[in-house]
């Protein structure tokens, strides 16, 4: 949960490196995404979403993605 009480939620993590209600800086690792199943197993697949108050949000609306 952040400041302006929107969550954030990631899933699908093989590892988790921080703890629930842990205060977390910019840039700290919170996990790492499990190896693909597919052919290619340099890229993983994790799920990352952004929710305020009972909805969800776009998280481009919110974070820049470079």
């Given at each position: 949960?952040?400041?302006?009480?929107?969550?954030?939620?990631?899933?699908?993590?093989?590892?988790?490196?921080?703890?629930?209600?842990?205060?977390?800086?910019?840039?700290?690792?919170?996990?790492?995404?499990?190896?693909?199943?597919?052919?290619?197993?340099?890229?993983?697949?994790?799920?990352?979403?952004?929710?305020?108050g009972?909805?969800f949000?776009?998280?481009?609306?919110?974070?820049?993605?470079?």
């Amino acid at each position: 949960q952040h400041a302006d009480e929107t969550e954030t939620w990631y899933g699908n993590l093989e590892e988790i490196q921080v703890n629930l209600y842990e205060y977390i800086e910019k840039r700290k690792v919170v996990g790492t995404v499990s190896v693909s199943a597919g052919d290619d197993k340099t890229k993983g697949k994790y799920y990352f979403a952004i929710k305020k108050g009972d909805a969800f949000i776009d998280p481009i609306q919110v974070i820049r993605f470079d």
